[in-house]
């Protein structure tokens, strides 16, 4: 079996072609910029009114390219669903400046950008460009989802939703979907448009980019011999982390990772290693929250992995950096991959 994996992080998209034939450490793999930041360079280089089209992606700094652009007299029109991939409700884009697309009115003379977070026919050509084979059986994708209600801030929405899901210890595997992504997740949603758009017929596995880390991390070859240890992610803006013990989540908690100190970093794992965080002293800390239904334990070791990750190199806990397969930059990927895995079992 063929794995096409991709991890779409806030700094880099980090991609896997697995072969279960092949050791892990001989897979295809690619380290690229991440697509918002491309799209960032496209718009600093056009001089000229811009109409966009395309899916929702991860805004990341599109939303102040944008804002520069306009700044220098240019108009800028979007198409209404990628309009929400800087905000969700349209009038909070138009109130920014940005112009609607109107059936009735043409924009020829305006330069087009298409917004989305995967373009695998873009993909298929460069690899192929250099003889290597581009076929797979399944594909697996990672992006980080803080999904939709309007009647609840994303902050909010996104733990609820994690807080449902870890009603009992379940393994991070379990966070993923094929199939069944909720439309209040709706940067996953548009992901599987994009694929069917690209004429692929492959039903693609959807899952959070933190826990597809956390996922990974599990099969570092440190963490597989533990059993009662932390798998913590600490990304560019965010930080998740998860106590896990037998195999399997007993809490998880959230922060920007902006926000964190290397003090408060070590105070929140060994409280949530304790069972004893809560959801108001990490949002209340501008955080996303924390959920905990079990304490573990030990901390027999902290697996950390993420751009940020030196952050836990100034605590005083016995830290581990993930590198699942040989790669420290391949944790998301090889946790899509074990989790397709499962899936198919």
């Not at 290693?273 to 996303?288: F, K, L, P, R, S």
Request: hydrophobic letters at 35%; charged letters at 30%.
């Amino acid at each position: 079996m063929r794995i096409l994996a991709i991890d779409v992080g806030t700094g880099t998209q980090d991609i896997m072609i697995y072969d279960d034939e092949k050791e892990l450490e001989n897979s295809i793999k690619l380290v690229l910029p991440s697509p918002h930041l491309l799209i960032s360079q496209k718009i600093r280089e056009i001089e000229n009114n811009i109409y966009f089209d395309g899916e929702i992606m991860g805004g990341g700094k599109i939303k102040k390219t944008l804002q520069e652009h306009m700044e220098k007299g240019y108009n800028v029109v979007m198409e209404e669903t990628p309009a929400k991939t800087i905000r969700d409700k349209i009038s909070q884009v138009e109130a920014l400046g940005i112009e609607i697309a109107s059936p009735e009115k043409e924009y020829k003379d305006y330069s087009k950008i298409t917004l989305g977070d995967i373009n695998i026919t873009k993909l298929s050509k460069f690899l192929l460009g250099y003889d290597l084979e581009f076929d797979f059986d399944e594909i697996a994708i990672a992006v980080q989802d803080h999904g939709y209600n309007e009647n609840m801030g994303d902050r909010d929405f996104r733990f609820e939703k994690f807080r449902q899901k870890l009603e009992k210890p379940i393994k991070p595997e379990e966070f993923a979907f094929k199939g069944n992504v909720p439309d209040y997740y709706t940067r996953m949603k548009a992901v599987e448009r994009s694929i069917a758009s690209e004429g692929i017929d492959i039903q693609p596995l959807l899952m959070d980019t933190k826990f597809a880390s956390i996922a990974g991390m599990c099969y570092d070859e440190i963490a597989s011999t533990l059993n009662s240890f932390i798998a913590i992610d600490i990304g560019n803006g965010h930080t998740t982390a998860a106590s896990i013990e037998n195999g399997k989540i007993q809490g998880i908690f959230e922060h920007h990772t902006s926000s964190l100190t290397h003090e408060s970093l070590e105070n929140y794992l060994k409280r949530l290693a304790d069972g004893v965080i809560t959801n108001e002293e990490v949002y209340n800390d501008h955080g996303h929250g924390a959920h905990v239904i079990n304490p573990i334990s030990k901390i027999e070791k902290i697996i950390v992995s993420g751009p940020k990750r030196e952050l836990i190199e100034k605590t005083n806990l016995d830290w581990h950096h993930a590198c699942p397969g040989g790669d420290v930059m391949m944790t998301g990927t090889v946790g899509l991959i074990k989790t397709l895995e499962a899936y198919n079992v």
